[in-house]
């Protein structure tokens, strides 16, 4: 048996995989995390889940349960992340990172400390978007420098960090497969009289309204064609499958940092 915690446990993901844990025959739901002052604490994650009690209730304190458990799958804030995960990494156990919005110093300290568990990472736990990703790089290197490249996102209006990460791990992808610095070629939206569009750039675009699951297009543009690779998530849904797979994979992973790439393709 699969013994997990949530971190972000009454956040809209955080209530989808207290769910699905819930659902499989292999995992328990060990643990609930909140921040301390969250009004839910003390609560039983069922009830704020919405599929009842469970016995689980809710703490603001990952240290009262982690002994307790096999794997941590986080959805929070960036913060509460590298704080989460110093403790993991204390206690040795496995941890799956879906939070995003980290700046430079926050993802090079989640790197080093990653690095001595067993951790996958990802901006987007959705399976068909590291399938996209994996289809992009070779997209890339086919079509070349003769394509213009733009990266649209759109999310729903509660979404607080813009371009998603999703958008930014695209952008890199193509970059890289494209021998480019996406610090120096990534244009982040346009405004005013710009210019001409320099040969090398990748756009990157938010949308943010309603209550949009996440959609990710990278056109590839040239005289006389253009080709768009679009991935559409219709329900928060999708992204809970893919942590809970994750979960299921780095508990018997090589420690180190690992991408959703290595669960999808079954590498270890």
Same mark, same amino acid.
């Given at each position: 048996?699969?013994?997990?915690?949530?971190?972000?446990?009454?956040?809209?993901?955080?209530?989808?995989?207290?769910?699905?844990?819930?659902?499989?025959?292999?995992?328990?739901?060990?643990?609930?995390?909140?921040? /301390?002052?969250? /009004?839910?604490?003390?609560?039983?994650?069922?009830?704020?889940?919405?599929?009842?009690?469970?016995?689980?209730?809710?703490?603001?304190?990952?240290?009262?349960?982690?002994?307790?458990?096999?794997?941590?799958?986080?959805?929070?804030?960036?913060?509460?992340?590298?704080?989460?995960?110093?403790?993991?990494?204390?206690?040795?156990?496995?941890?799956?990172?879906?939070?995003?919005?980290?700046?430079a110093d926050?993802?090079?300290?989640i790197?080093?400390?990653?690095?001595?568990?067993?951790?996958?990472?990802? /901006?987007?736990?959705?399976?068909?978007?590291?399938?996209?990703?994996?289809?992009?790089?070779?997209?890339a290197?086919?079509?070349?420098?003769?394509?213009?490249?733009?990266?649209?996102?759109?999310?729903?209006?509660?979404?607080?960090?813009?371009?998603s990460?999703?958008?930014?791990?695209?952008?890199?992808?193509?970059?890289?497969?494209l021998?480019r610095?996406?610090?120096?070629?990534?244009?982040?939206?346009?405004?005013?009289?710009?210019?001409a569009?320099?040969?090398?750039?990748?756009?990157?675009?938010?949308?943010?309204?309603g209550?949009?699951?996440?959609?990710?297009?990278?056109?590839?543009?040239?005289?006389?064609?253009?080709?768009?690779?679009?991935?559409?998530?219709?329900?928060?849904?999708a992204?809970?499958?893919?942590?809970?797979?994750?979960?299921?994979?780095?508990?018997?992973?090589?420690?180190?940092?690992?991408?959703?790439?290595?669960v999808?393709?079954?590498?270890?």
């Amino acid at each position: 048996m699969i013994r997990v915690i949530i971190n972000g446990a009454c956040g809209r993901m955080g209530r989808l995989i207290t769910q699905g844990v819930t659902q499989q025959a292999d995992m328990e739901l060990v643990g609930a995390i909140e921040y /301390p002052e969250h /009004p839910q604490i003390g609560s039983d994650v069922g009830v704020v889940a919405g599929i009842g009690e469970t016995g689980v209730v809710i703490t603001g304190e990952l240290a009262d349960v982690l002994e307790s458990a096999d794997v941590v799958i986080e959805f929070s804030s960036p913060e509460a992340t590298v704080e989460h995960l110093q403790q993991v990494v204390n206690a040795d156990k496995a941890m799956v990172i879906a939070t995003t919005g980290y700046d430079a110093d926050e993802l090079d300290t989640i790197k080093e400390l990653a690095s001595q568990i067993r951790c996958v990472m990802a /901006p987007n736990m959705s399976l068909g978007v590291n399938v996209m990703i994996q289809a992009l790089e070779l997209i890339a290197k086919a079509l070349g420098d003769d394509y213009n490249i733009e990266v649209i996102e759109a999310h729903h209006n509660h979404k607080a960090d813009a371009p998603s990460g999703t958008a930014l791990r695209l952008a890199e992808t193509v970059a890289t497969a494209l021998g480019r610095d996406l610090a120096e070629v990534g244009v982040y939206g346009r405004h005013g009289i710009v210019g001409a569009r320099s040969e090398k750039e990748i756009g990157i675009h938010a949308v943010r309204g309603g209550d949009i699951a996440g959609d990710h297009t990278v056109l590839f543009a040239t005289e006389g064609e253009q080709l768009s690779v679009v991935h559409r998530a219709h329900s928060p849904e999708a992204f809970a499958k893919g942590a809970l797979r994750a979960a299921r994979w780095v508990i018997n992973a090589p420690k180190g940092l690992h991408d959703v790439s290595e669960v999808l393709f079954e590498k270890q």
